[in-house]
């Protein structure tokens, strides 16, 4: 990675201000249901308490207030789950900027601070230029280790760069290094798995890895444009219709590029979506009245020897509605092959892979999970990330 890191900066005594991802997931009682964003932190967070810094002082968004206070967004339950896992004692404040957030930071004798839910001010995602200046001025070093927020150029960060020293920490270093490496270096046979409900979601990313890939595997929902563009009868599934001429370009780019493309080609089928008891696999073809819901044995079969020759595999998308057990054989097969295969660097891309990965407790066997499903999706596309772009050059 091309940016300065934690490392490369002096911390003894100084005011840290580093944004962290702590948007995680709360129940109607308000209580954490997956704390994985801020396990993720915890390393960086370690570190800079061991170059006895002055203050770490953390901002973090939660949900999408759009610039109210909503008592239901507020980070209390994280700063009480944070100072669980990292030992501390967390002052969580009641707001982000301005005189009484600026004086309890002096005043408190606790080393961590967690400022308020940043989207309670709409002025956080206009990257505003006040509110920018106001958030430095409370430190003397900016550590990004948001990397689930570093496609968004907002104030805390891209506009906050401006004003102080930025750095990345290790969690944004270590998403930038695999990520980076699977879109310009992989280790070939390099396979990418997609799934998910839209080929329109996948498009920039196909074609981006499209000169570097030996394979493609496609389930999930977006499979079923790409079958209808070879003229199959796909029932009831998931079709976008206007994406149809764009399936049938990127299956005739692939073949003119010898890139292989394996589609589903068997289906696990439904005439009621919300009665799983009456599914049924097909072969080739979807009959009328009845919809994909994952794919079918022999998928599973073709698709595990297409993993067995990959050297690096890149997974973005699941391969059905893992979501409902019964729905969730397919992605879970997969996900079960990939964790057991030695030798191989698995990048797991974020959102609802990451969270199919989780369910079927195959983490351990991944190289690396991301923590961010749209951040690590424009990255695969080629995107140049704000968040990323804004730190200091090493």
């Known amino acids: ?151 968004r150029a907002h104030a805390s960060t891209a506009g906050i760069t401006a004003h102080l020293p930025a750095v990345a920490g290790f969690l944004l270093e270590k998403e930038v290094t695999y990520l980076g490496k ?36 496609i389930g999930g929902g977006m499979v079923y444009t790409f079958l209808k563009a070879l003229g199959k009868n796909i029932g009831n599934s998931l079709l976008e219709e206007d994406k149809i001429p764009t399936a049938r370009a990127v299956l005739d780019k692939a073949k003119a590029m010898g890139v292989e493309i394996a589609l589903s080609s068997d289906f696990v089928v439904v005439e009621d979506f919300d009665k799983p008891e009456g599914r049924k696999t097909v072969s080739g073809e979807i009959p009328d009245g009845w919809q994909g819901v994952d794919i079918g044995p022999e998928s599973r079969r073709n698709f595990k020897g297409v993993l067995s020759k990959a050297k690096t595999i890149v997974w973005n998308g699941p391969l059905g509605v893992f979501e409902i057990d019964a729905y969730a054989e397919g992605t879970k097969y997969i996900a079960e092959h990939i964790a057991g295969l030695k030798g191989v660097t698995s990048i797991i891309g974020g959102g609802d892979s990451a969270a199919a990965v989780a369910k079927f407790n195959v983490e351990a066997g991944m190289t690396h999970i991301s923590t961010g499903g749209g951040a690590s999706l424009e990255f695969l596309e080629g995107k140049e990330l704000p968040g990323v772009a804004a730190l200091n050059n090493a």
Do not use: W
């Open 1 to 151: 990675m091309k940016k300065q890191t934690v490392k490369d900066i002096a911390l003894q005594g100084k005011k840290v201000i580093v944004r962290v991802d702590f948007n995680v997931p709360l129940d109607k009682d308000l209580k954490i249901t997956d704390d994985r964003r801020i396990r993720a932190a915890l390393p960086t967070l370690q570190y800079i308490l061991k170059q006895n810094p002055a203050k770490i002082i953390l901002m973090s968004h939660l949900g999408r207030p759009k610039g109210e206070v909503i008592e239901a967004m507020r980070l209390t339950p994280v700063g009480q789950r944070l100072g669980e896992l990292l030992g501390e004692d967390v002052l969580k404040l009641d707001d982000c900027v301005g005189p009484e957030v600026e004086a309890a930071i002096k005043t408190s004798d606790r080393k961590v601070v967690l400022l308020e839910n940043l989207r309670f001010h709409k002025e956080e995602t206009k990257n505003d230029p006040e509110f920018s200046r106001q958030l430095a001025s409370m430190a003397d070093v900016y550590v990004n280790d948001a990397f689930g927020s570093a496609h």
């Open 182 to 217: 699977a879109v310009q270096n992989p280790e070939k046979p390099f396979v990418i798995i997609l799934g998910g409900a839209k080929v329109s979601d996948k498009i920039a990313l196909i074609e981006n890895l499209l000169p570097k890939a030996d394979a493609f595997i």
